[in-house]
């Protein structure tokens, strides 16, 4: 095995056509994109390690081509949620002149649901008022936290899980690529961990690779590394009733770790099945209304701690 960084970088598609698990869409993107200039606003949605960023900028190379530098303007907008954001970064970015042979400067706003209300109400204006000029792509896992007026200025593509048979073949290809061995056991058991998560999918090939061979027995043992199993903890800690020491793991493997709050209620649904608890359908209801809060706005660090200190009553 060849130590060169992170797989999921190496072999990060660098055009729209090599993008895995979404033929449909990239189908239909690839003849929107012949004449950019008639290109709309895109609005890319679907849960985490599809492609949607990938595809973002797969597009942004190929209008921008050698021009992308000062011509591409890309945010996560979890980071800067506010106002303050979209005012002091994307208007002064979009009503910026000296366009070079472009036909139109981009601006990719990543994770665009965890906005702010008045974030995007400011956003609109400025869509508006720069069409000629800017387009943007917005990707969000879950759209319907982007207000109205901004979904209907965008084409929306939805994006899927990625299937079996395609993260297998995809897998196959690195692993032959980095000269590990593999069967398909091992390569099977890496995709019913990843869910459909592509991402996920080929960062465990990479950790299972560091122990030799692409085996079932030795996915089982990576994946006890991996930090998606580190939610189990974070479930079976609250449940013992310490409010602030499973908000901390929580806390740490979002900030720290950079997982998203919907992966994170993701795995933890699935942790909550696995424990088999006596209480199931009552920890699923908890889920389900915390989910639902987050999904229409609310604070997602709040709502998770709240999430956390209420399923620490549950066995008292």
Known sequence: MSATGMWVEKYRPKEISEIVGQSEIIGSLSALIKDPTDMPHLMFSGSAGVGKTTTALCITRQILGENIEGNLLELNASDERGIGMVR??????????????????????????EMTADAQTALR?????????CRFIL??????????????????????????EDIISRLEV????????????????IYD???GDLR?????????????????????SSAGLTKTTDVDDVL???????????????????????????????Y??????????EKLAEILEVIAKYDYRILVGANSEIQLSAMLAELARIEK
Request: aromatic share 8%; glycine share 4%.
């Open 268 to 277: 933890f649904n699935s942790a909550v099945f696995k424990s088999k608890h």
């Open 125 to 133: 204006r400025i869509i508006e008022d720069t069409a000629k000029i």
């Open 236 to 266: 079976k800690i609250a449940l013992s009733g310490n409010v602030v020491d499973s908000r901390e793991k929580m806390i740490e493997l979002i900030k720290v770790y950079g997982m998203s709050e919907s992966d994170f209620l993701k």
């Open 200 to 220: 996920h999918a080929i960062n465990l090939l990479q950790a299972t690779a560091s122990l030799g061979e692409i085996s079932e027995e030795t996915v089982i």
């Open 139 to 164: 990707i969000a896992n879950n759209v319907s936290k982007i207000i109205d007026p901004i979904q209907s200025r965008c084409a929306t593509f939805k994006f899927t899980s990625v299937g079996e």
């Open 193 to 195: 961990y990843s869910q």
């Open 88 to 113: 002091e970064k994307v208007k002064k970015f979009s009503g910026f002149a000296g366009l070079s042979n472009v036909p139109f400067k981009i601006i990719i706003l990543d994770e665009a649901d």
């Open 174 to 189: 690195i692993a032959k690529n980095e000269k590990v061995k593999s069967n398909k056991k091992g390569l099977k058991s």
